[in-house]
């Protein structure tokens, strides 16, 4: 039996949604959009087709939401396309200090532009700590970003209040929030959310890599970062890619249809996973119990390190993800565990691991079997000795 | 009967490409290459593996490779990527007049960092003249970029002596070429070309869109344009696509390995086309008889509008480019046909169409029979009268 619960790096494609983009890599819609024949028309409906579906799926209107290949560019474009080809007074970016690496390494980008990077403490469960986000933006404050679900402990931050006082606080300031963990996970309009850009990732609502969005309010004004001829996208030019679009569009469409069957369904299966796992001694959530993504579970195992609980997993058909999973080839602890607190150690034996609406009851059986033991084999192993 | 040659745009993915890819999109390797667990070191292997495979079709050393998502990033990088984060003396870029859209945005995108874009022209075969580039060519030219065959009217330059010319009067200029249109139809390997840094796509091999690559020389120093974590990609941050990666490795070694046997039939078929076309009165070819890409025809009609004949043509299932594909949305004549001295009417009825190594004989027939008749309505509409 194998169980795949590394979904925060990847995800295995639903055969349905690989179904529904199959016959546009070379039985349909093969041509390149907008072109005076039959092939590029049949594309170009395809095109629309799909943005209509996914921006439905978002609540946004089509025009709000522009592709890119994936997260990396769609951060980048917020943060650099928010800037370039204009005189900017406003040089500083406010962070939380949770922010996933894609936010990180873009804002940080912009130091090369001049800006520097404020970042934001979060209390011991990842909420992003009220009187330092107001104390952070001032009058210099260009943008600021908060990601809604943490990627990495789940916490679901208080977007409106955190929005207020950006608004009161520094009200020209752009907010910027990366959804990816959010989407297909809680039920939102994205017209209604208090943020002027938000960024979602086609593989976390199980659909293909290589498709990601960004949409934004009426106040950003985006400038593209490349150079070339497009056909519906500006603000990345290049060709749309109709297959893996479908596929995202697909994706995102059950996500939202089957919402509250699934979260439900991923709560209750995380729920019983969390607990099992706590049930081991000298473990620890780190994240909120509420006010926490249904689908995300990560533990601290004391006395145990984190790379080598996911070999010994590995090697049990138990797939799970250490720390925080971008930093994993420095193997340094995770920034978002020493944030909330955590001590090196417990920031180094932390373990990812995110349910799936395809998870079942008997993936959860088996990995509460092969997780004890694998702790248990690796603290014999490293003389843990405990209290 | 239907007959796809508007290949310039975007190919159908043939069946044993699609079904390469196929396994990786949620059977096996599906995770995060390279990270501690089973289905991470499969993604990672099968990462590397594809990247050799791709590699070795475009002889190169893998370690010179660079993937991008498609033909605009690759050009950027080229460009953008040569003069990021360093001063930079030399200030001139010099094309060809007849370079492809994607080439010429992404060179004159550096006028922000000041740099002019100076172009040179070509013969009426579309010949870079030797006399004009060495001209061209001074103390301030940074970069040179000719496309070693043209997309558009299959001109195959003599890259040996332009770069000989480039060397001798601007030494340390890097000469870049999109070698797009040259991969799987000219024999050649990537180290031995006398160029800085090669371009090719995906779906110009028949593999799947949103894969391309760029290799570099030694002399060229490359820096990503964008910021982000990345896995075996420094160059373009971010994750790789495995799937595509994997249909491009497929697709690049099957063009390779069949190419004689490819551009024999691509030739003998793309011949007969060409002859049965201007066997049309008040027709003429664009681009060279020999020393042309063996895929490639283009030929104007006189007295009908491209755009009118695609439609005509795809109102009978031929499906073909009108003049220079990604200008349509202009509607302006071809700047490459122009600049071989084309007049504005011929330019403006020119027609582009590729043979790919999967057209068969009636496939030949069939738009051979369909296209006269086409020209012949669309003259009488427009009132045409033979001189």
Redesign the interface.
């Known amino acids: 039996m194998e169980v ?1 619960l ?1 979904l925060e ?7 349905p949604v ?1 179904k529904a983009m ?1 016959p546009y ?3 349909r819609a ?3 959009s ?7 028309w049949e ?1 170009y409906a395809a095109v629309e087709e799909s943005l209509g579906r996914l921006a439905l799926a978002l609540g946004v209107p089509p025009e709000d939401l522009a592709l890119t ?5 769609a ?2 474009l917020a943060f650099e396309g928010l800037i370039l ?1 204009r005189p900017i007074k406003r040089k500083t970016v406010v962070l939380s200090s949770i922010e996933p ?2 936010i990180l ?2 804002a ?2 912009l130091e ?1 532009h001049g800006f520097r990077v404020v970042k934001v403490p979060v209390d011991g469960e990842g909420f992003v700590r009220e009187d330092a986000l107001a104390e952070a933006c001032t009058e210099d404050t260009h943008s600021v970003a908060v990601s809604w679900v943490s990627h990495e402990i789940g916490t679901i931050q208080r977007l409106d209040r955190l929005s207020a006082i950006v608004r009161e606080r520094a009200p020209e300031a752009y907010f910027i929030s990366d959804l990816s963990d959010a989407f297909g996970r809680l039920a939102f309009e994205g017209s209604a959310l208090p943020i002027d850009i938000g960024l979602v990732t086609s593989y976390k609502v199980f659909g ?3 498709a990601a969005a960004l949409f934004k309010g009426k106040r950003a004004k985006l400038k593209p ?6 056909s519906t996208q500006p603000l990345w ?3 749309e ?4 679009l479908v596929g995202f569009a697909e994706a995102a469409e059950r996500a939202m249809a089957e919402l509250s069957a699934r979260t439900a369904h991923m709560r209750r299966l995380r729920d019983r996973l969390v607990e099992g796992l706590l049930a081991i001694p000298h473990t620890m959530l780190n994240g909120p119990r509420t006010e926490r993504a249904p689908d995300n579970a990560n533990i601290s195992f004391l006395g145990a390190e984190g ?1 080598a609980i ?2 010994e ?2 090697d049990h058909g138990v ?4 720390g925080s ?5 420095m193997l340094q602890p995770s920034h978002v565990l020493l944030a909330i607190g955590r001590k090196y150690e417990a920031a180094h034996g932390s373990i990812l691991m995110k349910i799936s609406p395809f998870h079942t009851d008997a993936d959860i059986d088996h990995v509460l079997k092969i997780f004890p033991e694998a702790i248990e084999r690796l603290r014999k192993l490293s003389g843990f000795k405990e209290a």
Chains 1, 2 share one sequence.
Request: contains cysteine.
């Open positions: 795949y590394d790096n990847a995800t295995p494609l639903p055969e690989l199959l890599f070379g039985a093969y041509g390149h907008a072109l005076t024949h039959r092939i590029g594309a290949h994936d997260a990396v560019e951060a980048n080809g690496l894609n390494y873009a940080e980008n090369r293909p890599r290589g970062l490349l150079a070339g001829p497009y030019p290049g060709d890619n109709l297959p893996l790379e996911t070999v997993c590995s797939y799970v993800s250490s999973a971008c930093t994993r080839r």
